[in-house]
């Protein structure tokens, strides 16, 4: 140019322009020099400085816009949270359907002492002794899922966490209420399972006196995990969400629903009002914490397989300790044995409907079944694939003997060891025996069934074989006759 570009008398001599180039190879914006310090034109090495510096800044947009989308999709993992957490989170009239302080005080919860709220919640629990809740035998089939709340929270008054740790009451009870809400209305893996995981750990602590091995935090946190361990549970195994590429899948590597099971509990926590460890100290927080993990991961049934031989070992050891105090020191001062021990009780707690008496395993039984004909459903039309054989409806006849499978393979394990391990968890095994001899009854009388229709099949065959084979005979034998002319066979005419 030879005039002037504007009113201060600058004038451009010579350019350099370059495109900047993303790592996505796309262009997204210009870079542009003009008038070299010296006067001189641009040369091929200003060009070649000037490409990277375009690269740089190119990588630069990226990164920032990366970025940028980064605090987006955190923001929208916030909002989506609030959401959830506003509609599964205990509502203040739900709470007061338990916690009765309008009722009894005409005060809302917060305006409310600890001491009183505590006299209110225990006068609406259900008592121990008359819920059965001490027992191995334990049912839901007759209790209400909101009574059931109720017998949850009862649980930490029992182990004494309430006082001890000081837990609000009007906190204890809206985790309690929204953990019930967190549990979708699916066939098996809902609200009922949850509870009865829970009650089964605080049986086992209790009755069957494994808590003289842990501490009361620690047998806190493992009651706490086992009432969280199967939230939001979606009614399908770990393989359906890995063939499916469900979100879950993509998020998590391993152990898929059990780590959502997890974070789902973690993220209550966040929640102040729901935070039944807000009173905990920073190394109890994370003890706590700690345990859940390894008690919510442990009930992926493909991690209990690889513990069985430690759990035996240390089974063998306490069978043969000479006294009570050199078996609890020997769980008791080891971590990892603490640790084994308690994920075998997540196991033989999330087993436990197959040790009922056989009017409640065989109900529920039929449920388990019904999810996963479910699935199964769902794999021949979504995915377009033939179920195994237990999550084929088609296959129902084969339940009992499916169960006597599951049974043996699974369950007789675990509950052999238990009571080894613990006479008072004795009546655990001595259920499973007598519900495996049900279904081997019911399974043998299958067996006969089948074999009596294939024996049928088979006499049938054979008899349209020999009808095949007279047909021939006869048709053959009229040939002759007429080769014959007719005459008779049994005389003949001189």
Same mark, same amino acid.
């Given at each position: 140019?030879?005039?002037?570009?504007?009113?201060?008398?600058?004038?451009?001599?010579?350019?350099?322009?370059?495109? %900047?180039?993303? @790592?996505?190879?796309?262009? /997204?914006?210009?870079?542009?020099? &003009?008038?070299?310090?010296? +006067?001189?034109?641009?040369?091929?090495?200003?060009?070649?400085?000037?490409?990277?510096?375009?690269?740089?800044?190119?990588?630069?947009?990226?990164?920032?816009?990366?970025?940028?989308?980064?605090?987006?999709?955190?923001?929208?993992?916030?909002?989506?949270?609030?959401?959830?957490?506003?509609?599964?989170?205990?509502?203040?009239?739900?709470?007061?359907?338990?916690?009765?302080?309008?009722?009894?005080?005409?005060?809302?919860?917060?305006?409310?002492?600890?001491?009183?709220?505590?006299?209110?919640?225990?006068?609406?629990?259900?008592?121990?002794?008359?819920?059965?809740?001490?027992?191995?035998?334990?049912?839901?089939?007759?209790?209400?899922?909101?009574?059931?709340?109720?017998?949850?929270?009862?649980?930490?008054?029992?182990?004494?966490?309430? %006082?001890?740790? @000081?837990?609000?009451?009007? /906190?204890?009870?809206?985790?309690? &209420?929204?953990?019930?809400? +967190?549990?979708?209305?699916?066939?098996?893996?809902?609200?009922?399972?949850?509870?009865?995981?829970?009650?089964?750990?605080?049986?086992?602590?209790?009755?069957?006196?494994?808590?003289?091995?842990?501490?009361?935090?620690?047998?806190?946190?493992?009651?706490?995990?086992?009432?969280?361990?199967?939230?939001?549970?979606?009614?399908?195994?770990?393989?359906?969400?890995?063939?499916?590429?469900?979100?879950?899948?993509?998020?998590?590597?391993?152990?898929?629903?059990?780590?959502?099971?997890?974070?789902?509990?973690?993220?209550?926590?966040?929640?102040?009002?729901?935070?039944?460890?807000?009173?905990?100290?920073?190394?109890?927080?994370?003890?706590?914490?700690?345990?859940?993990?390894?008690?919510?991961?442990?009930?992926?049934?493909?991690?209990?397989?690889?513990?069985?031989?430690?759990?035996?070992?240390?089974?063998?050891?306490?069978?043969?300790?000479?006294?009570?105090?050199?078996?609890?020191?020997?769980?008791?001062?080891?971590?990892?044995?603490?640790?084994?021990?308690?994920?075998?009780?997540?196991?033989?707690?999330?087993?436990?409907?197959?040790?009922?008496?056989?009017?409640?395993?065989?109900?529920?039984?039929?449920?388990?079944?019904?999810?996963?004909?479910?699935?199964?459903?769902?794999?021949?039309?979504?995915?377009?694939?033939?179920?195994?054989?237990?999550?084929?409806?088609?296959?129902?006849?084969?339940?009992?003997?499916?169960?006597?499978?599951?049974?043996?393979?699974?369950?007789?394990?675990?509950?052999?060891?238990?009571?080894?391990?613990?006479?008072?968890?004795?009546?655990?095994?001595?259920?499973?025996?007598?519900?495996?001899?049900?279904?081997?009854?019911?399974?043998?009388?299958?067996?006969?069934?089948?074999?009596?229709?294939?024996?049928?099949?088979?006499?049938?065959?054979?008899?349209?074989?020999?009808?095949?084979?007279?047909?021939?005979?006869?048709?053959?034998?009229?040939?002759?006759?007429?080769?014959?002319?007719?005459?008779?066979?049994?005389?003949?005419?001189?």
């Amino acid at each position: 140019m030879k005039e002037p570009v504007d009113e201060t008398g600058w004038i451009i001599k010579n350019v350099l322009s370059l495109p %900047i180039v993303n @790592k996505k190879e796309e262009i /997204v914006g210009i870079a542009t020099f &003009y008038n070299r310090k010296d +006067g001189k034109p641009f040369d091929e090495y200003d060009e070649q400085i000037t490409e990277t510096l375009t690269q740089f800044l190119g990588w630069s947009l990226l990164n920032t816009d990366t970025y940028d989308k980064m605090n987006k999709l955190e923001s929208r993992k916030n909002i989506a949270s609030e959401m959830l957490m506003y509609h599964s989170k205990c509502t203040d009239k739900e709470l007061q359907t338990i916690l009765k302080t309008k009722e009894m005080l005409d005060k809302d919860t917060a305006d409310c002492e600890q001491k009183d709220m505590l006299k209110i919640l225990q006068e609406e629990l259900p008592d121990p002794t008359d819920v059965e809740l001490y027992e191995f035998h334990f049912s839901d089939l007759d209790v209400s899922e909101f009574d059931l709340i109720k017998c949850g929270i009862r649980c930490f008054f029992e182990i004494n966490a309430v %006082i001890k740790f @000081k837990i609000p009451a009007d /906190v204890l009870t809206r985790w309690m &209420y929204t953990v019930r809400k +967190g549990y979708r209305d699916i066939t098996y893996h809902n609200w009922r399972h949850g509870f009865n995981v829970g009650q089964t750990m605080f049986t086992l602590l209790m009755t069957g006196k494994i808590k003289k091995y842990y501490t009361d935090l620690e047998a806190f946190a493992m009651i706490t995990a086992a009432f969280c361990h199967d939230i939001d549970h979606r009614g399908t195994n770990n393989l359906y969400q890995l063939k499916s590429q469900a979100a879950l899948a993509k998020l998590h590597g391993s152990s898929i629903l059990e780590r959502h099971h997890l974070e789902y509990s973690k993220t209550l926590l966040q929640d102040e009002s729901l935070n039944i460890f807000q009173n905990l100290n920073q190394r109890q927080y994370e003890t706590v914490v700690h345990l859940m993990e390894v008690a919510i991961i442990a009930t992926d049934l493909a991690l209990y397989f690889k513990k069985r031989t430690m759990f035996q070992k240390i089974v063998d050891y306490v069978e043969k300790s000479e006294t009570e105090e050199e078996a609890i020191k020997y769980i008791s001062s080891d971590p990892t044995k603490k640790e084994i021990v308690m994920a075998m009780m997540m196991t033989g707690c999330d087993l436990s409907a197959i040790t009922k008496p056989w009017e409640v395993q065989s109900k529920v039984a039929l449920m388990v079944a019904n999810e996963f004909w479910e699935q199964g459903d769902l794999e021949r039309t979504v995915l377009q694939q033939q179920p195994i054989p237990m999550m084929d409806r088609n296959k129902a006849d084969e339940l009992p003997k499916l169960q006597v499978g599951f049974i043996d393979f699974v369950c007789t394990f675990v509950y052999k060891e238990f009571s080894r391990f613990h006479k008072e968890i004795t009546p655990m095994y001595e259920g499973l025996q007598n519900n495996r001899v049900e279904w081997k009854l019911r399974a043998d009388e299958y067996d006969a069934k089948m074999a009596l229709i294939e024996k049928q099949r088979k006499e049938q065959e054979e008899m349209a074989v020999k009808k095949a084979v007279n047909g021939e005979v006869e048709a053959g034998d009229e040939g002759k006759e007429g080769k014959r002319g007719g005459k008779s066979r049994t005389c003949e005419i001189f």
